[in-house]
């Protein structure tokens, strides 16, 4: 088993050391057929437990899951087979507030609130709290909840004086709604996720964020290189041959570096274990600025969004 030293960011309000690079369990498990998925409802599967466990061996102890992956049992079984102490790990889970998707809805999996899902994860994940736990996403409608974002935030501010969790903060938020939780909280969010890699560089988040002292999680961070639906020969895909030659890394570590050179926390997945262990090498080598600034300048000459086009670029 590797046991190495992770660099961390630390959260404003509490002070708590997060992992600076988390194990997703949320999208293309590729050993696994959708269908399977619906094990994790209530039995955990062997192969997806298999996953997080050889992503614990790599060195991974930030976890990242969600109501809506149907994975936290998964990922509890993991750590608990893990025999390692639950003091080092770091886990984040998100509240399902239902989702408008391709023109249908999608209600949510706890419509009366985070209250109700956060219950339900330590209850399957066998734990007495988390280190994190957001919302998940920025659909509030009848239809697919019922709650709106203040007074689900008011749930979470339970949550977080009950001791449920460490931390509360949010997923997918864009300014306008993070300035409705401001009105109304007692507590700030500690983070909001969000995707975030070279061709998706929000700019007015991360800056509004950081002035905040709201810790900028970036999902779906290898995108540019890794996403089939990007397509091939893109602005960046010369730089980042060059670039990994200079430094001699693959093109994930060059992503997942530029990232987190830029002040925001990663989260990857991958299903092969060679890969997991690879990523710590973002923490050896460092992007010199004139690189890390050609990277940034290209990334902005093409827009791509993978995930909730039709909340975020509606008109
Ligand atoms: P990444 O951008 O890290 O993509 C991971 C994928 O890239 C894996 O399928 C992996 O495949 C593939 N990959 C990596 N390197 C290579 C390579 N050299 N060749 C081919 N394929 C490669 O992350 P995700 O989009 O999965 O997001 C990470 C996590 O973020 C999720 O698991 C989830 O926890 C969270 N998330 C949160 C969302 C939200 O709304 N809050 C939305 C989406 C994700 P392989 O398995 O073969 O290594």
Redesign the pocket.
């Known amino acids: 088993m590797e046991s190495r030293k992770i660099p961390t960011f630390s959260l404003s309000r509490s002070g708590d050391r997060i992992p600076a690079i988390?194990?997703?369990?949320?999208?293309?498990?590729?050993r696994l057929k959708h269908s399977d998925l619906r094990y994790g409802m209530k039995h955990a599967h062997p192969a997806l437990v298999q996953t997080f466990k050889e992503a614990i061996d790599a060195g991974f102890r930030h976890l990242?899951?969600?109501e809506c992956?149907l994975t936290r049992i998964d990922v509890g079984t993991a750590v608990e087979q893990s025999g390692i102490d639950r003091s080092e790990f770091w886990i984040t889970d998100?509240w399902d507030q239902g989702w408008l998707m391709d023109g249908k809805v999608f209600k949510s999996r706890s419509p009366s609130g985070p209250y109700e899902s956060i219950k339900k994860c330590l209850e399957l994940m066998h734990l007495s709290h988390l280190n994190l736990f957001?919302i998940?996403?920025p659909y509030f409608t009848k239809e697919t909840c019922n709650v709106t974002v203040e007074e689900a935030w008011k749930q979470m501010e339970q949550i977080y004086e009950e001791g449920l969790a460490d931390n509360i903060g949010v997923?997918?938020f864009d300014v306008p709604l993070l300035k409705r939780v401001f009105k109304v909280c007692k507590y700030k969010p500690q983070v909001d996720?969000?995707?975030y890699?070279l061709y998706l560089q929000q700019k007015e988040i991360v800056d509004f964020c950081k002035k905040n002292d709201i810790l900028v999680?970036a999902?779906?961070?290898?995108?540019p290189?890794?996403?089939d639906r990007v397509g091939k020969n893109r602005p960046l895909n010369d730089i980042i041959a060059r670039l990994c030659k200079k430094y001699n890394v693959?093109?994930?570590l060059l992503?997942?570096r530029w990232v987190y050179q830029s002040g925001v926390l990663?989260?990857?997945?991958?299903?092969?274990p060679q890969?997991?262990k690879y990523t710590f090498k973002i923490f050896d080598f460092e992007l010199e600025p004139e690189d890390f600034n050609e990277l940034q300048r290209i990334g902005q000459t093409f827009h791509y969004r993978?995930?909730?086009e039709n909340y975020f670029e509606r008109k």
């Open positions: 988390g194990f997703g369990s949320g999208t293309k498990q590729k990242d899951t969600a992956y998100k957001l998940h996403g997923s997918n996720q969000i995707e890699h999680e999902f779906s961070p290898l995108t290189m890794f996403s693959e093109p994930n992503l997942l990663p989260l990857t997945t991958s299903s092969n890969r997991m993978g995930f909730f």
